[in-house]
């Protein structure tokens, strides 16, 4: 599975120089998750109640280019590999062909002992569903 979003750059997203500050874009790739999570039928807010959470273990990211003000960038988000507790999941934000950042995010799911427990078989089943061509 993959899914795509599309987020528009504002003056709050922006450092000096209109140019988006590098923490912005872990927040762009955080709803890009977010959002794939929602369209394989999660309900997070669910999972919250029943003491289980995701929690990100591991970011690897990369800048290649800056967004600026005013831009609208697409955040594509897929599957790197999944096992029994956690996934990692492949990332980019592009403006149009450009490449701006990528980066490989480690997700792990903890019950409500704190400790790492199974994914959600939705999670598992959606991540293994192919994505768009």
């Not at 993959?2 to 955080?30: F, P, W």
């Not at 995701?54 to 690897?60: A, E, G, K, M």
């Not at 903890?110 to 939705?122: A, D, I, K, Y």
Request: glycine share 10%; hydrophobic share 35%.
């Amino acid at each position: 599975m993959s899914h795509s979003m599309k987020i528009k750059i504002y003056y709050e997203d922006t450092g000096a120089g209109g140019v988006v500050y590098h923490a912005n874009y872990l927040r762009y790739m955080e709803r890009g998750r977010t959002e794939m999570i929602f369209e394989m039928g999660l309900d997070l807010a669910q999972l919250h109640n029943k003491n289980r959470i995701f929690i990100v273990t591991r970011v690897d990211i990369k800048y290649r280019s800056p967004a600026r003000l005013g831009d609208t960038v697409e955040i594509q988000t897929g599957l790197g590999w999944c096992k029994h507790a956690s996934a990692m999941l492949r990332q980019q934000c592009l403006r149009g062909d450009t490449l701006l950042a990528e980066a490989e995010v480690t997700v792990a799911m903890l019950g409500p002992t704190g400790r790492p427990t199974r994914l959600p078989v939705e999670f598992t089943r959606g991540l293994n569903r192919p994505g768009p061509e």
